[in-house]
Nanobody, 127 residues
């Protein structure tokens, strides 16, 4: 069973930075995808970044160019989301999600196709 645990959220002033972590474990297959998502109050969940492992090679994709960057530490199974120059509109719950047995580019996955979700971590940006 895939398990995902996010951490690193909190209260931060506008202009600051955060690095969120997603500890992922339990993959049965060596090809999978992990995505970072955000849900702001009153808004739909949106994709931020994703990691895929097609053909055994880790690839990254950022849907939100500029201030968001995904990275990972394969040895520890942690996927990071670096957010720079935080804005008040970045406030929301940040979640990671995963699909096991996915051997294609992660950018092809729709949000609804992710099977496993973490509990989320709250990010609040103050003026």
């Amino acid at each position: 069973q895939v398990q995902l645990v996010e951490s690193g959220g909190g209260l931060v002033q506008a202009g600051g930075s955060l690095r969120l972590s997603c500890a992922a474990s339990g993959f049965v297959e060596d090809e999978y995808a992990i995505g970072w998502f955000r849900q702001a109050p009153g808004k739909e969940r949106e994709r931020l970044s994703c990691l895929g492992k097609p053909w055994g090679k880790i690839t990254y994709h950022n849907f939100m160019m500029g201030r968001f960057a995904i990275s990972s530490d394969p040895a520890s199974g942690i996927v990071y989301l670096q957010i720079n120059d935080l804005q008040i509109d970045d406030t929301g719950v940040y979640s990671c999600a995963a699909v096991d047995d996915w051997g294609h580019q992660c950018s092809a996955l729709k949000t609804t196709e992710y099977d496993y979700w973490g509990q989320g971590t709250q990010v609040t940006v103050s003026p």
